[in-house]
């Protein structure tokens, strides 16, 4: 039996904040003991309000920040969280909201496409050209973008580079956090278009952390619910959205509105009936 891409067990994370005169330090439990595998080539969505702890499960799970406790196996070796070794490292990439703030500006698009295998691989210079170039047409852009710097892309173009150069080292898995919140609503459907098509072209695993359920619906194969740090609903994304077990997560979908054309002619005709 193969092992999953990613396993998550008793996962927590804890902040301790800073006291004062007459006041103890507080224990903040963003985390709460999470558990959850997830098979290649299928996408978990993790939802939940602002504060629910679901970018800090992400930080953890790309290994940029320790859990206080818990373990994280990815391809079934677990992660020493006091020393995560370059090897791990490359197995797991994050694509994060905003990817102007994470591109150098000063760097031109096929050297920050090119520069992972630089810093990770004995490739040679021109390898690691074709394969850059490679890469930057797989996304949907083309060879005369491949000297550009990045002030001359759009947000859409920019987050096609962000997930063009996540994928440069091939890893196990990728934590795409809020990857298109910051974009409209049509560069939103390409993006996702993108993502879809890369997964069923290069088996890719996804984490897709959102806060927009219609997002989730289209994308996800399982999707977890998040509130104050723990996980009070997972399972596949028809039984979550088609029957929803946990009050918070009937909350959740309530306070949505629903963007078929009938859903917003009856809110179109409830305003005009309000105004008259």
Do not use: W
Not at 164 to 171: C, Q
């Amino acid at each position: 039996m193969t092992a999953p891409v990613l396993e998550v067990r008793n996962l927590t994370r804890d902040y301790t904040s800073s006291g004062g005169f007459l006041r103890p330090a507080k224990v903040v439990h963003a985390v709460k003991g999470v558990n959850f595998s997830l098979a290649k080539g299928r996408t978990l969505a993790v939802v939940g309000e602002s504060g629910c702890g679901k970018s800090t499960l992400a930080r953890m799970i790309t290994l940029i920040d320790p859990p206080t406790a818990g373990e994280i196996l990815i391809d079934g070796k677990p992660v020493d969280a006091g020393h995560v070794t370059h090897d791990m490292r490359q197995k797991v990439q994050i694509v994060f909201q905003n990817p102007y703030g994470s591109l150098n500006p000063r760097q031109k698009i096929g050297d920050v496409l090119a520069e992972p295998l630089l810093l990770n691989t004995k490739m040679p210079a021109a390898e690691r050209r074709e394969r850059a170039m490679a890469m930057l047409l797989k996304v949907g852009l083309g060879p005369e973008h491949f000297n550009r710097y990045p002030h001359m892309f759009s947000g859409g173009q920019r987050q096609r580079i962000a997930i063009a150069r996540a994928l440069m080292l091939n890893p196990s898995f990728l934590v795409l956090d809020e990857p298109v919140s910051a974009l409209d609503l049509s560069v939103q459907a390409q993006i996702l278009n993108l993502l879809k098509d890369l997964q069923d072209e290069f088996g890719l695993t996804y984490v897709f952390i959102s806060h927009d359920l219609s997002v989730v619906r289209y994308i996800a194969d399982e999707v977890m619910v998040m509130y104050f740090g723990d996980v009070v609903e997972h399972g596949s994304r028809e039984d979550v959205f088609g029957n929803p077990q946990h009050s918070y997560t009937k909350t959740l979908f309530a306070a949505t509105p629903k963007s078929d054309v009938e859903s917003i002619r009856a809110r179109i005709a409830k305003k005009a009936a309000l105004a008259s």
